[in-house]
């Protein structure tokens, strides 16, 4: 039997720069995907093919509002989907040809496409896209292997023909008219990206407001409004209780909280009901770690309940972004190679919903800061009076400040406003750093862009 210093399991962001990280420093490494391909649900299936879709349908949108649409007939539908296909194809296959290509020049590291399954504490056994099965002994392990969606189920003749968002990126063409079950970040981007598409949207939430508790309740109400007017129909506090298909239409029945039922037609049905980790294969009961349904129980170093075993990414209870996963994969590949010397933070997290207009969150919202015992003063700056805004030609949305009182400690920094994505990093520093108000009002910020709004905010909340 073979063995190895280190097994990782999933080759997404969890796991790759975790095995690399671990071979540059001269350990022996395998690292096992059962795809076969490097990158993970964000290159394949989630965050990248969608925010490719993203910007052809912004483009769209734009030619369509122009005066060209006078004289120019607009691109067929299906011809555009196609090429918006082809150029997710072209991306994510240039993106993991690179990562592979990148692992083969470690010669510590040993890639292997098999599902993977433990047999012990210390033992794996790896089943080969071929059949074949062999065992492999490790001194430490990382488990990443992402999480899967989750499909309620549904009453009716049709509750299992629905679309899950990774299936959405292979239909062959768009549909007319989508029911969204979800309004989660998921849901919501998918809802306004294909509304540009010419795809009539209804979004089905079971909370009582979209992307409730994920970001600040005036922005939830603010983008909520915003789909409103694109034309989206958004049902929250509602359920759906059935899912039938007649014909090529999908009859779906919601219900409100009082029990009233409304019936829905649409040609497709999408559920973006949230996501649950991909464990179930991994044989974790012939192992001590613990786990339940929300994922593997981890420590603050990311290890498992079994001493070398780590867990990092989707499968564990935490913050569910790529670049977070590879934040945590880097911890784990510090703590095996020196000792766990190095604790995870999550108040540094930050992460942004492409919605339109964006939102982008680093921290504590005002919420989480309370809860967490923290004496809070907040501060919100209006982007409609922002030059850089006005410029833009959509000034909207807002910047919000959560700050520790008793030392004006930055908890958390959100921003809604059109280009939030592009200065959030600024703000993930402020909060890593534990940056003051007064530190950030000293700074000087040029002019005329959507950053100089920190300067202003935390001058007016100091006076």
Request: proline share 3%; with cysteine; net charge negative.
């Amino acid at each position: 039997m073979q063995k190895f210093d280190t097994i990782i399991i999933g080759g997404g962001p969890g796991g790759t720069p975790a095995a690399i990280q671990l071979a540059l420093k001269g350990q022996k490494v395998l690292l096992v995907e059962k795809s076969g391909k490097l990158g993970g649900a964000c290159l394949f299936v989630g965050c990248i093919p969608s925010k490719i879709i993203k910007h052809s349908a912004d483009q769209y949108a734009q030619l369509k509002t122009t005066t060209l649409l006078t004289q120019e007939k607009l691109e067929d539908m299906k011809d555009l989907w196609d090429e918006i296909k082809k150029k997710m194809d072209d991306i994510l296959t240039m993106r993991s040809r690179a990562a592979r290509q990148h692992i083969r020049q470690l010669s510590g590291l040993t890639f292997s496409s098999g599902t993977s399954r433990f047999i012990s504490n210390q033992e794996l056994e790896i089943e080969e896209l071929g059949g074949v099965k062999n065992r492999y002994g490790f001194d430490n392990a990382i488990i990443a292997t992402g999480s899967i969606p989750f499909i309620p189920d549904f009453q009716g003749n049709a509750g299992q023909e629905v679309l899950k968002s990774e299936m959405l990126f292979q239909e062959k063409v768009l549909p007319k008219s989508m029911v969204i079950i979800g309004g989660g970040p998921i849901g919501v981007e998918l809802a306004q990206m294909l509304t540009k598409l010419d795809v009539n949207c209804t979004i089905i939430e079971m909370m009582d407001s979209l992307l409730s508790g994920l970001v600040e309740p005036e922005f939830a109400q603010a983008l909520s409004q915003k789909l409103a007017a694109s034309g989206i129909d958004v049902f929250t506090s509602s359920k759906v209780t059935e899912i039938n298909k007649s014909g090529n239409n999908f009859n779906i029945i919601i219900a409100d909280k009082t029990g009233a039922k409304k019936a829905i037609l649409a040609e497709q049905v999408l559920v973006a009901a949230g996501r649950v980790p991909n464990i179930e294969a991994l044989n974790l009961e012939a192992t001590d770690i613990r786990f339940d349904r929300h994922g593997i129980t981890v420590n603050d170093y990311l290890e498992t309940s079994v001493k070398g075993i780590y867990a990092t990414g989707d499968v564990i209870n935490g913050p569910k972004f790529a670049h977070t996963a590879t934040y945590e994969a880097h911890i784990a590949a510090a703590n095996i190679l020196m000792g766990n010397i190095h604790k995870k933070d999550f108040r540094k997290n930050s992460w942004v919903l492409f919605s339109d207009p964006e939102i982008a969150s680093a921290g504590y919202t005002e919420a989480e800061a309370i809860k967490n015992g923290f004496d809070v003063v907040t501060g919100s700056y209006d982007y409609k009076i922002d030059a850089a805004a006005q410029i833009a030609g959509d000034p909207c949305g807002y910047l919000k400040f959560v700050v520790n009182r008793k030392n004006s400690e930055f908890l958390g920094i959100h921003i809604f406003t059109q280009g939030a994505s592009s200065i959030i990093g600024e703000a993930a520093l402020m909060v890593s750093k534990k940056m003051t108000l007064n530190d950030v009002a000293q700074t000087i910020h040029p002019h005329p862009t959507l950053t100089e709004a920190f300067g202003f905010l935390a001058s007016n909340m100091i006076g």
